[in-house]
């Protein structure tokens, strides 16, 4: 199993988004793929819910031992808020990617900049056993926020997948309970562009780790 978890201690940041979309490709591919909701809100469990039946499955992993379903080939672990201290320690442990949503705002960039401080305390992280990568989420690329950001992820030194334009796109599919993937790809081939390189760096970290 390939575990990929999406953290950040910002709410709404973009997290759900991420893994949504992330379970949503690697389903299109033929993958089994199970989505860990540990949110309170339970955002990725009730985009499963609303997820049509013709597409192809996605498991909740938090019932995987309520249910037989197959054994997963991709994990992607949605995050809450505030995650830290012992949830975090784990979920780094057990991560072998760790992707980081970040909105060009300076209230989200001072809270992923703690967040990193905390990150790299972390076992796993400092002995380089776990890989971490940041995504910019919702970026309107003419604004000095969004230069702002890109200067702040330029300055943690951490390798930055992608950034991801802010496209209503995203909502729909949220509502529909499908990914951009599931989509019809000239109505999404703007956003799945942005998507590619991230799901690159995903494919070529796993395949060095085997």
């Given amino acids: 199993m390939k575990n990929i978890l999406i953290a950040n201690s910002k709410?709404?940041?973009?997290?759900?988004?991420?893994?949504?979309?992330?379970?949503?490709?690697?389903?299109?591919?033929?993958?089994?793929?199970?989505?860990?909701?540990?949110?309170?809100?339970?955002?990725?469990?009730?985009?499963?819910g609303r997820r049509p039946a013709v597409l192809p499955n996605i498991y909740s992993y938090n019932d995987y031992n309520k249910q037989h379903i197959p054994k997963p080939e991709w994990i992607i672990t949605d995050s809450p808020a505030g995650f830290r201290d012992d949830k975090l320690s784990d979920a780094v442990k057990n991560a072998d990617f760790v992707i980081i949503p970040v909105q060009p705002s300076a209230f989200d960039i001072g809270a992923t900049s703690d967040f990193l401080d905390i990150l790299e305390k972390e076992k796993a992280v400092r002995k380089h056993k776990t890989f971490i990568a940041l995504v910019g989420m919702r970026v309107n690329f003419r604004t000095n926020a969004t230069a702002a950001l890109a200067e702040f992820m330029e300055y943690t030194g951490l390798p930055v997948l992608t950034s991801l334009r802010n496209s209503q796109v995203y909502a729909t599919a949220a509502e529909l309970g499908v990914s951009l993937f599931d989509l019809r790809p000239s109505f999404v081939a703007q956003d799945i562009e942005q998507w590619v390189p991230l799901i690159d760096s995903i494919k070529e970290v796993m395949t060095h780790e085997r």
């Fill in 11 to 48: 709410g709404g940041c973009g997290k759900t988004t991420i893994a949504t979309n992330l379970a949503g490709y690697f389903a299109s591919q033929g993958s089994v793929v199970a989505l860990a909701d540990l949110d309170r809100q339970k955002s990725s469990t009730q985009w499963i």
